[in-house]
């Protein structure tokens, strides 16, 4: 990362290329790199310059235009001396080390190196138009970087790949190498690769096909793909650490292996991918800076994916506004006063559900602007802005622009500021009027915070539900308006009226808790029953959190006899064995809606007996607000169930697969109301 004291130099100069020599020497973990950097001074007698690098190097040499020169270094920073009166100059530093850590981000083993842009290369402020790659490796790796593949060499103990790119690019990101099992594509504009894992190479086909079409999409979408390959790499799951499944840098994406293996849809690699490819436009054609990557970055690639996938009909939960895994939390982090504006520097790691909170705004800036406007929005974006720093000022003009609205208001709310509407509906009543329903009824805004926000009405009738639009806040004459009529006609009368039937729109609303929800990492206690068949309970417990462990939750399991009133008391509790096995199942089992009849389950009114399976449920925590309650209790010794990421409240699962399944209904009295 740059340092503050590099932040400082940006007024002063500029890396704006980088010709890099890097030797990857797998058994003895180590290096040797000679880069070249082109330097562009910005500011005049500028008498030394600071360049991050790692302090875990030797410096070999370093010369100015062809001349040593002197240098100081301290900590992560070396001070270059006598610095030449010329605008542009170049640098070149000779130097190696061994890798003996393993950040979040790089890693040098015997099978395969992930390498960060500036945990191996001297780094600054920049603004690149060149880059230069030669990688030397083991004869049967195979390496990737940005740009195209200008030369590949083999000699008896290693290859030479060399790749270029002389567009600007915001930054290399990473140079990967290793061994794979690859296959390219190079029927298309551009040729694809894939890099797998030899153990995932039946996802290749898929893969190939899937990018090949998203790509396509995107092209004609936004404005031509710009790199001369795209390739997909299979990386270990360390990489990026927590609540990241891929890394897109230019040119080409790193998958993680959990993509390849999950058994939750939501996550796997095909499902990712859309968003991925995305990057190679926001940001990586249009640059950003940190503080608005949660909007035009994140976002725009969330919402990219939902534009290809509703093109092709193959919406998925991760498209899915109203339906998706991290609505839940994110109303919930919401209504905790945990929520941070989209615009700020923040991890965005730790903030999964800043994802579909800036997909949301972009889905209400399309229903504001109207789809015509709102395509061509992201087309000129992209071609207006390519290859340049855009903000969220240029994207806000833009949007002024080709509407003709006034649009600040939109993104002070949305971007700038934090929380969102609470909306309720009322006063609903039916009456025929010369053979037609009307209906009519208000919306108003709940609570003191002001809101200015477009939303649908829809009335449920028969034949389907008819829609209107209302619009609640300051209106374009300057008056605030937070309670306001509607009216909608309908050959039949409704049954019920609803506040956003689509769910199009952000607002708290009232959700029922999911297996899905565990799609956010947390911290989470087990609890084991051990009045009955202990050590077959234990087992579930510890293989689940193994697993809930990989997808980065602090997962503890504690015996029944052992639990205070406190334990219950944490966000996310599981509880292993039916009554007569825990404890604590016998205290709570009547707060679960499904419950046992003896050894047998009764769902849906019918009981099951099957010893093969077992009935998983999960409830809202009666004793914490918006905390979760699981139950696993599997039907016999026999059954194995696997605590996984469901899309529903409760399931009667074999294993991993699910026989039947619900989810509890939840009134929302302020969304749904009965029609009168």
């Not at 030394?48 to 690098?53: D, K």
């Not at 970055?297 to 899915?320: H, I, K, P, V, W």
């Not at 769902?603 to 139950?631: F, H, R």
């Amino acid at each position: 990362m740059v340092s503050l004291s590099q932040e400082k130099e940006k007024s002063r100069f500029e890396i704006t290329a980088h010709r890099i020599k890097l030797h990857i020497f797998p058994l003895s973990n180590g290096i040797e790199v000679i880069d070249t950097l082109s330097i562009h001074l910005t500011a005049n007698d500028v008498e030394h310059i600071r360049i991050g690098m790692l302090p875990v190097y030797k410096i070999d040499y370093l010369t100015i235009n062809g001349k040593k020169s002197d240098f100081k270094t301290e900590r992560d920073v070396i001070q270059l001396e006598h610095i030449p009166s010329d605008s542009l100059f170049q640098v070149v530093i000779r130097y190696s080390g061994h890798l003996a850590f393993h950040s979040e981000f790089s890693l040098l083993s015997k099978d395969q190196a992930v390498l960060r842009e500036e945990e191996i290369l001297p780094h600054g402020p920049h603004a690149l138009g060149f880059v230069r790659s030669t990688i030397i490796v083991p004869k049967e790796w195979k390496a990737i970087s940005v740009g195209r593949l200008v030369a590949h060499d083999t000699t008896a103990d290693s290859s030479t790949y060399v790749w270029e790119f002389d567009q600007p690019i915001p930054n290399i990101g990473w140079i990967c190498a290793g061994k794979f099992w690859s296959e390219e594509r190079t029927d298309g504009n551009p040729p694809i690769a894939v890099h797998l894992f030899e153990d995932d190479s039946n996802s290749a086909a898929g893969i190939l096909s899937l990018t090949k079409d998203v790509v396509g999409f995107y092209s004609a979408k936004f404005t031509q793909y710009r790199f001369p390959w795209l390739s997909i790499v299979e990386v270990e799951d360390w990489v990026a650490g927590r609540n990241v499944l891929a890394i897109a840098v230019p040119g080409f994406i790193m998958v993680k292996k959990l993509a390849f293996t999950t058994e939750d849809r939501f996550n796997k690699a095909l499902s990712v991918l859309p968003h991925e490819i995305a990057h190679q436009w926001w940001p990586a054609t249009v640059f950003v800076e940190d503080q608005d990557a949660a909007f035009l970055s994140e976002g725009m690639c969330e919402y990219s994916a939902l534009l290809y996938n509703e093109s092709r009909g193959t919406a998925t939960l991760r498209d899915s506004l109203s339906h998706h895994p991290f609505l839940r939390s994110l109303i919930m982090r919401i209504q905790q006063g945990k929520d941070v504006p989209l615009q700020q520097k923040a991890d965005l790691r730790a903030l999964p559900t800043h994802y579909l909170k800036a997909s949301y705004v972009h889905n209400m800036l399309r229903h504001l602007v109207g789809d015509s406007t709102f395509f061509q929005l992201y087309h000129e974006y992209a071609h207006r802005f390519g290859k340049t720093t855009a903000h969220l000022s240029d994207f806000e003009h833009l949007a002024e622009e080709l509407s003709g609205k006034k649009l600040g208001w939109f993104f002070d709310q949305w971007v700038k500021n934090r929380g969102i509407p609470r909306l309720k509906i009322y006063n609903v009543k039916s009456v025929l009027k010369e053979n037609t329903w009307v209906t009519r009824g208000r919306v108003r805004l709940v609570g003191y915070d002001k809101y200015t926000t477009l939303t649908s009405v829809g009335v449920e009738t028969p034949q389907g539900i008819k829609q209107t639009t209302v619009w609640l806040g300051t209106d374009s004459s300057g008056v605030f308006h937070n309670d306001v009529p509607f009216e909608i006609s309908s050959e039949t009368k409704p049954t019920r009226a609803i506040l956003d039937p689509r769910g199009d729109f952000l607002k708290i609303q009232k959700l029922p808790p999911k297996f899905g929800d565990l799609r956010e990492p947390a911290d989470g206690l087990m609890i084991v029953g051990t009045q009955q068949h202990a050590d077959h309970l234990l087992h579930l417990a510890r293989k689940d959190s193994v697993e809930m462990e990989k997808s980065w939750w602090s997962i503890s399991i504690r015996y029944d006899t052992a639990i205070t009133l406190g334990d219950l008391q944490r966000e996310r509790v599981f509880l292993y064995g039916k009554a007569s096995e825990n404890r604590v199942v016998a205290d709570l089992e009547k707060k679960f809606p499904l419950g046992f009849r003896g050894d047998s389950v009764v769902v849906k009114g019918e009981t099951v007996c099957d010893s093969t399976l077992a009935l998983l449920q999960v409830i809202e925590n009666p004793y914490i607000a918006d905390g979760m309650l699981g139950w696993i209790a599997p039907l016999s010794e026999h059954a194995e169930p696997e605590l996984l990421p469901y899309d529903n409240s409760w399931t009667l699962v074999r294993g991993k697969d699910e026989i039947v399944s619900g989810t509890w209904e939840v009134k929302d009295d302020d969304l749904v109301v009965d029609v009168k």
